[in-house]
């Protein structure tokens, strides 16, 4: 996306009177945070830059309560180190999209946090951003200012509109304010490595460990070929797969609970113990996609049941294609070869066959215009969706095509 | 009834001859229930100061009849209320004179349990705890646990989005479930969701879960089952102040430990819960906490002696830890057995629903004490400690004129005064009718159309339970015109200082 005007608001007023503006003389809007997830998603007809970023600050935290607000254009950053004080964190791991499409780390805003429904390697533990949104201020494309949710952990006094918030892109609503649960910090990390494993068993041994009552807040799978760039010393030289385990909490759990996961995984292949501070660096490597940040084909982030998971590349045939998984096998990142339709096709279709879904997280404008960013939705989803948007946002103003589903093939 | 609820509409009341026919049509047997006697049984839900027997009740076992039910009832202009089990508190289930009540108690099957993926897919009408029940051979559970569990169907937590006692640790309805399929008032089914993490689109399952059955009809849902805790253990703490009490559970929050269950009853509760099932619990204090704290043994031990470490220094008087799950359970069974305690020293009592700040606990208990004062009405408090949700239950007679009424309005000052102090209306049972007219206390017209324009994008003809959540229900049409439209803005010139 494109936009030539930059529009700064200074409070909520400015942004509804941007809203107002627009809609007076049909000019949409480009709704951004810190620009981190710019690659992501179609480019509109948004002729002007509604830029959130200068409106930051944090407006309550009171680390007892487990709560935090702060405005929208607040650094994500900013959030995490001061929450860090207090042996805090936002227990969904956020991932920061931007090295991904070359921008540089850190730009990531608390709006923008919650807009794409961020997560990260904790989320077969902890949920996404949206099991944390506790409550928001926003402006509608109506313009006008609405408030939902509240600043308390436990809420149901009305629609969950927080969820409806959570992942929809910026195209129902403008973000200005936001609160989200807090969760204390484990006291430290573990990480079980098990080398060797083909996709379709670690797919087991990682279903098996998530299942086990060792309560596993992270696990993922790394083939051979991308195992190498892990930042792990114990089996990085072995030149095998890598499938990691990760248990947290305090000291005495972490050991127990790797003791467990030790139990059920020795017989699978070598295995080792990756310490607190290797483990840091691993997850947040994972979390990051880092296997697949460093170059610049086209990646898919897919999405279907962990036990899947190892199907998909399984179905590409012999395009020449990288990937690892995530989340016990239920997420793939998927590098494809540079081509127009970034193998599209091929990679819809075998995710389609499971029951999940395959959005395109980086590839070069053009082709995201072509062939969508979003995942295909039945027509009755669609349909609602559509009705959702235009009550939210009749006139279309709000990032207008960024969530557009593909364009089918003609 | 003190509840002003919609006025039925005379024709659709004139056609019922022809709405009960068009319904045997679809549901045959004893699928449709018309006889006056029969209906008696639907007239309420576990709000029960408020009764209206319902038009018909029609009991589906497929998601297609539910499809044609509503359907017909779109086309034909009839409004429709889903119920579950019945067990709502906040009357979100109470049936209207001129509407069907869609009872989704037939729709009882577990359809599948997936080990792999910690999954099972369950029709709405099977209890919370069935799932459990279901599982617990292979050492799975399911976690949200509201205390209605033995009888309130999993449909009905997801239109409530229930919580229970374990919900600080493991999370409410909402995020534990992965899909649904759902039936809107068209008649149009719609799946979401399903055994993978992400949905792709809109959150519409998101919004689906809490919308007290006004969105529309579940007929399948997707739950995440855990794998059960290799051990449990749960502290008894008595003190002899509340504030005490509040800043243990600040304490333990601040050391790092998420209980699996952290409860706090006052001296009524106390003493009325020990009277009814004799749980040993200590009666000279003011407030009791009980902590749960689950995992492997080894975890267990450690926590229990953190938290009783804290729990000394935050004066307790009296701590005992449970040695067996013996012990666990008959801690929780006076609490667990609360409401049911208070019933026996009452002849009513009326519980309410806010959540606070934690931080305002104990000045909210002492307004709370004056109001119980100047009402003349006892009220004892249960409160999940963890997340600030407080139950008081108020005491009173419904034989006595005027003493519902006062209790009403106690508990309506109640939620005003946890919105005051930075909370909400209700924490998990949600605003049905009961808690309907004081949504304006949280929310301005402007932030309430906002949540109506959702109800009109899933249902314009507003047919599915209305009368429920919203203090004025505008018709879609009117609320788009509530709002700005390009080139009709309001004053687009004035300058703004």
Known sequence: ??????????????????????????????????????????????????????????????????????????????????????????????????????????????????????????????????????????????????????????????????????????????????????????????????????????????????????????????????????????????????????????????????????????????????????????????????????????????????????????????????WFFDWAGGLIWLAVPSTSDASAPLVRGAVAQLGGHATLVRAPLSVRNAIGSFPPQLPGVAALCQRVKSMFDPNDLLNPGRMSAPIPAA | MSLKMPEPDRDVLARRTEIVAALRAIVPGEGVIADPDALCAYESDGLTAYRQTPLVVVLPETTDQVSRILRWSSEHNVKVVPRGSGTSLSGGALPLEDAVLLGMSRFNRVLEVDYPNRVAVVQPGVTNLAITEAVREQGFYYAPDPSSQIACSIGGNVAENAGGVHCLKYGLTTNNVLGVEF?????????????????????????????????????????????????????????????????????????????????????????????????????????????????????????????????????????????????RLAFWAGRKAAFPAVGRISPDYYCMDGTIPRHALAEVLARMREMSESYGLRVANVFHAGDGNLHPLILYDANRPGELEQAESFGADILRLCVQVGGVLTGEHGVGVEKRDLMPVMFTRIDLAHQQLLKCAFDPGLLLNPGKVFPTLHRCAELGRMHVHAGRLPHPDLPRY
């Open chain 2, 183 to 327: 039936v809107l008032m068209s008649g149009e089914v719609v799946r979401i969701g399903g055994k993978g993490l992400d949905s792709a689109g809109y959150d519409l399952l998101g919004v689906i879960v809490g919308s007290e059955g006004m969105l529309g009809v579940v007929t399948e849902v997707t739950v995440r089952i855990l794998p059960a805790p290799a051990a449990a253990q749960a502290l008894l703490i008595g003190f002899s102040s509340v504030e005490d009490a509040g800043r243990c559970v600040s304490a333990v929050i601040a050391e790092g430990i998420i209980p699996a269950g952290m409860e706090m009853m006052d001296r009524l509760a106390i003493h009325a819960a020990e009277a009814f099932v004799a749980a040993g619990y200590p009666l000279n204090v003011d407030a009791l906490l009980i902590v749960e704290l689950d995992g492997p043994p080894a975890e267990c031990e450690h926590l229990i002696e953190t938290v009783s470490a804290i729990a000394r220094r935050s004066n307790a008087t009296t701590i005992s830890a449970s040695r067996n799950d013996e012990e």
């Open chain 1, 1 to 322: 996306m494109v936009a030539s005007a930059v529009i700064q608001p200074r409070d909520v007023q400015d942004v509804s009177d941007a809203i107002l503006d627009g809609a007076r003389k049909g000019e949409a809007l480009e709704v951004r945070g810190g620009g981190s997830k710019q690659g992501i998603g179609c480019g509109g007809r948004a002729v002007r830059c509604l830029d959130l970023a200068g409106y930051r600050g944090v407006i309550d935290y009171a680390p007892s309560e487990l709560v935090i607000t702060a405005r929208a254009g607040t650094p994500l950053a900013e959030i995490e180190a001061l929450i860090a004080d207090e042996d805090q964190m936002l227990s969904f791991e956020p991932m920061d999209y931007g090295p991904l499409s070359g921008a540089p780390p850190g730009r990531a805003t608390l709006g923008g946090v919650v807009a794409a429904n961020t997560s990260g390697s904790r989320r077969i533990a902890s949920g996404a951003a949206r099991d944390h949104f506790l409550g928001f201020q926003a402006v509608s494309g109506r313009g006008e200012a609405f408030r939902a949710g509240g600043r308390v952990m436990k809420n149901v006094t009305g629609y969950d509109l927080p969820k409806l918030m959570a992942g929809s892109w910026g195209t129902l609503a403008v973000l200005t304010e936001v609160t989200m649960k807090v969760m204390p910090r484990p006291r430290t990390a573990a990480t079980l490595l098990i080398a060797g494993l083909t996709d379709r068993a670690a797919a087991a041994a990682m279903s098996r460990a998530v299942g086990s009552s060792a309560v596993v807040t992270g696990a993922a799978h790394v083939p051979a070929h991308l195992a190498r760039l892990l930042p792990v010393h114990t089996l990085a030289a072995a030149g095998t797969s890598v499938t990691a385990l990760r248990v947290e909490g305090f000291g005495p759990s972490v050991t127990v609970r790797l003791e467990s996961l030790m139990v059920l995984c020795s017989k699978l292949g070598d295995i080792a113990v990756s310490d607190e501070t290797d483990t840091r660096a691993l997850w947040r490597f994972l979390r990051d996609a880092g296997p697949l940040a460093g170059d610049d084909r086209p990646l898919w982030r897919i999405s279907v049941a962990p036990s899947d998971g190892w199907k998909v590349p399984a179905a590409l045939g012999n395009v020449a294609a990288d």
